[in-house]
């Protein structure tokens, strides 16, 4: 071979080779690298799932019968998921769905059949196994017809229904299978129908997720998720901008995410729905028993000040305990700051000399920040607020145990007015009873407002009984409401979600099957 030729000859095999060392590359998907602001997760068992980290790895595991599309928060959008299509009854009680057939569970758990929803349903619906009992107060039954066909019946009329049995909370199904083989184990070792599947997890480090091949809307594009449990928010700012996350959750606050916005390569989310943040006063301790007391912590606070600290544009003010844009909303009251007259209620009360209150606090810094503007504001009234301030798994352990006066409390619902005046206003809900949800307050001023609302035959009459009952709550000064604390997340400009991130009720940005890093 002459010279020519064995030049010819070794350029060949080298292009050869790089094409076979840079073909896979190419070809090649992506562990997504999140950063969480959590120590640990708590549960990844969907009907227990109430943390946001919880819930986030939640949404990419598992289906509802129907779901808010990625990027959507909004409930005229919801779409079928787990069923293909649906029918009601002419006057709302009867639902049956028809399920999409041969959708796989992770693992060895075989397809989806109609026992697997009853199943999920039922638990969700039941206050021994689901956070979210009370959302299904008005589900009388929920049964197999065959198995491809569920049929749900409800006692009333229920405001918003489709989204009960959504990808959100409740409405996630699970493996009846997988459930009973695991038992208490599933919490940690969860089995859905979801894009990714669970793989391993290390305490307090990380939760592994890997691709389902087998997804019925078509193999991810990325071969898996990382999810990193890193409370730091300076570390989480670190690791991304070092290039080792690709995604993080973000500080929820203005001058930060300014600053977010000038890093090199990152693109910063905000997204409804805003978390309401809310002070609740336990009207069971005293002197928050008597009215005239809450009536003057309401009076000095400071929203406006609040909300120019956080910044209007991840934190806007809100108006009613409702929160801001849910259906049903009422704005025609609220609280007006005055510190003068704080003191003078006090002092009517018995209190001249000023009151001292407790508040259990998470050092988490969505909130503590804010408790020590509330802390300064409260004080110039008179009024002493103590903060023993905890780590946040728990200060969510104790506020549940009623071992504080006024509870700081931010949460997200299905945006109808009836999720967030059931959960956190009827005494049903209150903080100690079998049926406990989130009446941090244990206020009972609208229970039959509430009630009623859910049994209305109008929209008419179900948003005028949903306004009394907001009226009632503010004149009995159950909570103060204070504003929307919105979803902030970073990610590399490499992310592609595969949608627009308007909204998610997950709290996180959804990674589905079309996400995708552009390298």
């Not at 779901?67 to 009854?89: C, H, K, N, V, Y």
């Not at 929920?142 to 569920?150: A, K, L, R």
């Not at 229904?161 to 009973?180: D, P, T």
Request: glycine content about 6%; proline content about 6%; aromatic content about 10%.
């Amino acid at each position: 071979m002459n010279q020519k030729n064995k030049t010819r000859a070794v350029t060949a095999f080298a292009i050869s080779l790089a094409a076979m060392v840079m073909a896979p590359r190419l070809a090649m998907a992506e562990t997504l690298k999140v950063g969480m602001n959590a120590p640990d997760i708590s549960t990844l068992d969907p009907a227990r799932a109430t943390a946001t980290a919880d819930v986030t790895l939640v949404s990419w595991l598992f289906n509802g019968l129907v779901r808010f599309p990625p990027g959507s928060a909004d409930p005229a959008s919801i779409e079928p998921d787990l069923a293909e299509s649906w029918t009601s009854s002419q006057d709302g009680l009867v639902w049956t769905f028809k399920l999409r057939p041969n959708v796989k569970f992770h693992g060895d758990y075989g397809t989806l059949s109609s026992e697997d929803v009853v199943f999920s349903l039922m638990r969700a619906k039941d206050p021994k196994t689901s956070s979210f009992s009370s959302d299904f107060a008005g589900v009388k039954s929920i049964e197999t017809v065959d198995p491809t066909t569920v049929r749900i019946t409800l006692n009333e009329p229920v405001p918003g229904f489709l989204g009960l049995i959504a990808n959100y909370h409740g409405g996630n199904i699970i493996s009846k299978k997988a459930f009973e083989k695991l038992g208490a184990d599933f919490k940690s070792r969860p089995v859905g129908t979801g894009p990714f599947m669970f793989d391993s997890a290390v305490t307090q480090q990380a939760v592994n997720l890997k691709a389902f091949p087998g997804y019925f809307r078509g193999a991810p594009k990325l071969d898996g998720i990382r999810f990193d449990l890193i409370p730091t928010d300076s570390s989480r700012e670190l690791a991304f901008r070092s290039g080792e996350l690709d995604l993080i959750y973000g500080k929820r606050e203005q001058r930060w995410v300014d600053q977010a916005k000038a890093w090199s390569g990152a693109v910063v989310d905000i997204f409804a729905p805003g978390e309401y943040r809310t002070v609740f006063l336990n009207m069971t301790h005293p002197p928050l028993d008597n009215l005239k007391v809450r009536q003057a912590v309401a009076q000095a606070i400071n929203i406006d000040q609040i909300v120019q600290f956080v910044g209007a544009g991840v934190g806007p003010k809100g108006c009613s305990v409702v929160p801001s844009g849910y259906v049903g909303e009422d704005c025609s009251w609220t609280y007006k700051f005055d510190p003068a007259a704080s003191k003078k209620l006090l002092a009517e009360a018995g209190f001249a000399k000023g009151v001292k209150l407790s508040a259990v606090v998470s050092s988490n810094s969505s909130q503590l920040p804010i408790m020590e503007v509330i802390q300064a504001q409260l004080a110039e009234a008179g009024i002493d607020l103590q903060m023993k301030v905890v780590d946040h798994p728990t200060y969510q352990e104790q506020i549940r145990k009623d071992l504080g006066d006024v509870i700081f409390y931010g949460a997200a619902r299905y945006p109808v007015a009836d999720s967030y005046l059931s959960q956190f206003y009827h005494s049903d809900a209150a903080v100690g009873k079998p049926t406990a949800s989130t009446n941090f307050s244990h206020c009972n001023a609208a229970d039959a407002d509430i009630t009623a609302a859910r049994r209305a035959s109008s929209d008419v009459e179900r948003l005028k009984l949903w306004s009394s009952a907001q009226k009632k709550i503010f004149e009995q000064v159950c909570a103060v409401p204070l504003f929307s604390l919105m979803q902030v997340w970073v990610r590399s400009k490499a992310l592609d979600y595969g949608y627009e991130l308007k909204g998610s009720l997950n709290l996180a940005p959804p990674i589905t099957e079309k996400t995708v890093l552009k390298r």
